[in-house]
């Protein structure tokens, strides 16, 4: 997880080469919400041609705006992408939720910040 900004300028969260958080709803106070753009996977079943049932991987490609508090995301995409589980989320929020100001927003020094806590921490896997 490194925190990166796009040839615009646009700050964004890379987890990997499929799946990032982006900064947006940019106005005059800073940015107002995240865009998530990944893949959901998860399992289906299908009957092979013996009539059984197989279990087999599918991935779909998701994009959806959230707040810092990472409310309304789905279960579903909660359980089918890694990044979106709770412990992820949580430590995400936590981080965020330190740099909102009073009207909701991270403003740029925020989001300077955010890419210290962000790209200074260590992952382990």
Known sequence: MKMMRSKTG???????????LAFA???QRGYKSLVFSGILVG??????GNGRNIELVQTDKISFFTSFGFDKVKR?????NIFLG??????L???FMSKV???GYISEE??????KDINGLTIVS
Do not use: C, M, W
């Open 110 to 115: 925020g989001i300077e910040k955010i890419a």
């Open 86 to 91: 709770k412990e992820s989320t949580d430590l």
């Open 93 to 95: 929020t936590e981080i």
């Open 25 to 27: 709803q940019k106005g």
């Open 43 to 48: 399992p289906i079943r299908v009957k092979n």
């Open 10 to 20: 646009i700050p964004y969260i890379e987890f990997d080469d499929k799946n990032r």
């Open 101 to 103: 100001d009073k009207f």
């Open 76 to 80: 579903n995409h909660r359980k089918g």
